[in-house]
C-alpha cells in the first residue's frame, strides 16, 4: 500500500475546497438581492408619489389662477389687483390666461407620467 505524497495531498485539498460551497455566503447574497429589489420598488414609487403631488400643487395653482382671473374679468377688486391700473389689470388677465394654459399642460404630462409609472411598476 502506497502512501499519497504531501504534494499530492495537498492538491486533493485544495480541489476539494474550491468544490465546497458556503451556504452562509449563498444565502447572504440572495438576501442581499431581495433587498435591493424591495429597496429600489420603494423608491420607485416614492419617485411616483412625488411625481402626484407635483400634479396635485399644479392643480391648486390652476384653480386658484382661475379664481383670480374669473375675478379680474368680472372687474372686482382682489388684493392682489387692488393698487394695479386698468392696463397693469389687463396684463395680469394676460399673465394669468398663459399661466392656466400651462398648468392644463403640465397637468396632462404629469397624468401621463403617473399612467406610464404605474405600467410599468405593474
Known amino acids: 500500500m502506497t502512501h499519497p505524497s504531501q504534494s499530492d495531498l495537498k492538491e486533493r485539498i485544495e480541489e476539494g475546497a474550491k468544490k465546497l460551497k458556503n451556504p452562509y455566503r449563498e444565502a447572504y447574497i440572495w438576501l442581499k438581492g431581495e433587498f435591493m ?7 420607485a414609487l416614492q419617485g411616483r408619489e412625488s ?4 400634479q396635485i400643487s399644479t392643480e391648486q395653482k390652476k384653480r386658484t389662477d382661475t379664481a383670480e382671473l374669473a375675478k379680474l ?6 388684493m392682489k389687483s387692488l393698487f ?5 389689470k389687463e396684463d395680469s388677465i394676460l399673465k394669468l390666461q398663459t399661466s392656466i394654459e400651462n398648468s392644463e399642460k403640465e397637468v396632462e404630462d404629469f397624468k401621463k407620467v403617473i399612467h406610464f409609472l404605474t405600467i410599468y411598476h405593474g
Open 73 to 78: 374679468q368680472e372687474g372686482k377688486k382682489t
Open 84 to 88: 394695479k391700473s386698468k392696463a397693469g
Open 51 to 54: 411625481v402626484m403631488k407635483k
Open 37 to 43: 429589489d424591495v429597496n429600489g420598488m420603494y423608491e
